[in-house]
Each structure stands twice: as C-alpha cells, then as structure tokens.
C-alpha cells in the first residue's frame, strides 16, 4: 500500500455521506427486484437474496425496508423451491445445489430478522426453509461438504461459498446438525486453498459462522437445561458480548489466529486504489471490494477504524455511478435468454446488480460499525 489516492482524500467521508450512497443505490435494486418476480418464474441469488440482504442491512442504519417489496420476494422465492419439496428431501431439484439453497436461506434470514418480535433470540423459520435445510443436510459430503456445480465466475465459482452459506443456515436453525459435520468441516478447511476473492470471503464468513457455532453450543452445554430462562440468560449474555467484543468471544486461540491469518492475507491483497480483485492478476471492481469488505466488517467490525479497511468504503463511493449503481464488467457466457431486468448496464446487469448488492451491504456494516464500535 501507498497510501490513499488524491482523489479518495479529495471528499472527507462522513457517515450521512455513505448513507445517502445507500439509498442511492437501493432505489434501482428493488425496481430490478421488482421487474424480474414479473417476468420470470426462476429464482436467483442476484435479483432475489442479495437485493434482500442488501436491504436488510440497510435498515440497521435507518433506512426501512418496504414490507410488502418484501414479501413478494419472500413469497417468490417460497413458491419455486415448495414445487420441488420432494425433490428437495431427495437431495434433487436445486439449480445450482448448495449455492442457489444457500442462498435461499440467506434471503430468509434477512427476512426473518427484519419481521420478526423485537427481541426475540431465535430466528423464524419462513416457509419453505425446512425443505432447503433438510436438502443441505441431505447433500452433504464428508469429504466436500458442499460443492458449486457450475462454474460462473465471480459468483457462483467457489466450494468456500456453497459450503459457507451452508454454514451459515445450519448454525442459525440446526446447530446440533452442524455440529455432528464439523470435524469433517474443519478437515476440509485445512486442505482447501482459496484462490479468489470470492473464495477468500466467504472462506473467512465460513470459518467464522463455524467457530462461533461451535463456541456457543460448547457454552450451552456448560449451564442446567432447566429452567429455562438460564439459556435465555446465556443468549443474551453471549449476544452482547458480541456486540461489544467481537471475536474475543472465540474460545480456542488457534481458531482465532487462523481468523486473522485470513484476515492478514485480505489485507495484503488489498490494491494501491483501495479496492481488490476478482482475481490476483485483476483491477479493482465493486463487486469483488463490496464482497471482501462485507467480509472483513461480518467478522472484525472494529476494522473500519483502521485506514487500509476504510479505503476500501472511498474506493467503493468514488466508484458509484450517479445513477446509484456500481458497474462490473461480466466475465461469464449467459446460459439464459437476455433479460432486460430495469438494472443499468446492459449484459452486465446481472453481475452489477450483485456488486451493487455487495457494495450496499458493505458501506452498510461500515456505518454500523462506526455508530455502535468506539475507537
């Protein structure tokens, strides 16, 4: 690194500077949303879950969500997977596997969290997120726990995302199931190689989903079953401890240190301009830095304190366009029939919304962390 670009320290950047970013950003992500749930019948992580995770996030800074946008999505995406419930039980019917049933989940953790009571600890299963959760478990492998199955680079191209969304669904809903694979897990993330940003991310939200799953069972089995009320203690004690101390709540220290060796390689990766790579031999582009810093700020939020994790929140706003959108050029061939969803750039609609997605969810976690993590 060296250092911050001219024009980067040209526009001091402030919290409401970043806030109207993302409310820039959100309008033609749900118009896009929007437009496609009328046209087409199939489901997708960029005009379904990631418009919605970027939402959801959204409305941790302030900026509400519309309810009924969300359930037409909710509701679209219930409907193409119960089609297929017993295909599903079968470990049959998902476009896409584990990739497209995570992120499925996902969406449905994002929409569980932004409708459900105040305060409640445990997050509402949607409709149809049993039958996803049952053909996760029904596919997994002990020695590839959860596999892409078609190679379409940037998003859909790594096992480290498959297996992180996989990771992440099992450990809010069936913790006890994951943990019954997680020996298995651990082994297989001590062999495989990240080689992409893609891979790098959801390598780091992988491991860290995993951890931490791990850490709060151990901590549950440590108190009385009964009564009830002391888990309802523990949550909640375990749940700010979080949010006050992020990461010291891991138990073993050498989990911790491979969480930072992870951490470290993000960092040295990072390129001159403030942003990173699809690949190590590529430029910067909003999808691969809107990704990466989602996350760095999912794992160690306090990082937004230090200049090398903010350059990534200058390089993502320098590069907005003023239509609220970020553009990525599309290194992948189409397998569908063109569709104009409303979303800017032509062919490279589907990816741009992604990063768009990615970038709102990043800057996001970004005012979050400065508004609630002190220096």
């Known amino acids: 690194m060296t250092g911050i670009p001219n024009s980067l320290m040209a526009k001091p950047v402030t919290i409401e500077r970043v806030k109207i970013a993302v409310e820039k950003a959100l309008d033609p992500i749900v118009k896009s ?16 879950a990631l418009p919605v995770m970027a939402a959801s996030n959204a409305e941790l800074i302030g ?4 309810r009924h946008w969300l359930e037409l999505q909710r509701k679209f ?14 470990g049959r019917g998902v476009p896409g596997g584990a990739f497209t049933a995570g992120y499925a989940l996902a969406q449905f953790m994002s929409t569980s969290q932004l409708t459900e009571e105040q305060g409640n600890d445990e997050s509402r299963r949607l409709e149809g ?6 053909y996760l478990l029904e ?11 078609t190679i379409r680079p940037p998003l859909e191209s790594s096992d480290f995302t498959a297996t992180g969304l996989a990771i992440a669904a099992l450990g809010t809903f069936e913790r006890e199931k994951l943990m019954e694979r997680v020996n298995d897990i651990r082994k297989w993330y001590q062999k495989t190689k990240a080689v992409s940003a893609e891979d790098r991310a959801f390598q780091l939200m992988g491991w860290y989903w995993l ?3 791990q850490y709060y069972q151990q901590a549950l089995r440590e108190i009385p079953a009964w009564p009830d009320d ?9 749940r700010k401890q979080g949010e006050k101390r992020p990461n010291q709540q891991l138990g073993n220290q050498a989990d911790l240190e491979q969480l930072q060796k992870m951490i470290s390689t993000l960092k040295q990766l990072q390129l001159e301009d403030g942003g990173w790579g699809q690949t190590d031999t590529m430029q910067s582009d909003a999808y691969a ?19 090398w994790c903010s350059q990534g929140v200058d390089y993502l706003l320098e590069g907005q366009k003023k239509d609220g959108t970020w553009h990525v050029l599309t290194r992948s061939k189409p397998i569908q029939e063109y569709f104009e969803s409303g979303f800017p750039h032509g062919e490279d609609q589907f990816i741009s919304i992604s990063a768009s997605c990615w970038s709102v969810i990043a800057l996001s976690k970004s005012i979050h962390a400065r508004l609630h993590l002190r220096k």
């Open 129 to 134: 997120t049993n039958e996803l959760l049952e």
């Open 289 to 307: 830095t809107g990704l990466i810093m989602t996350a760095l700020l999912t794992v160690q939020p306090e990082l937004i304190h230090e200049e």
């Open 139 to 149: 596919i997994y492998r002990p020695e590839r726990p959860w596999k892409i199955n």
């Open 77 to 90: 995406t219930a409907d193409f997977f119960l089609k297929r419930k017993a295909d599903l039980a079968q």
């Open 211 to 213: 951890i931490n799953t």
């Open 33 to 48: 949303a929007t437009a496609y749930v009328e046209e087409k019948s199939c489901f997708t992580c960029h005009h379904q």
């Open 230 to 238: 002391n888990r309802k203690l523990l949550r909640a004690r375990l």
């Open 63 to 66: 900026i509400k969500a519309d």
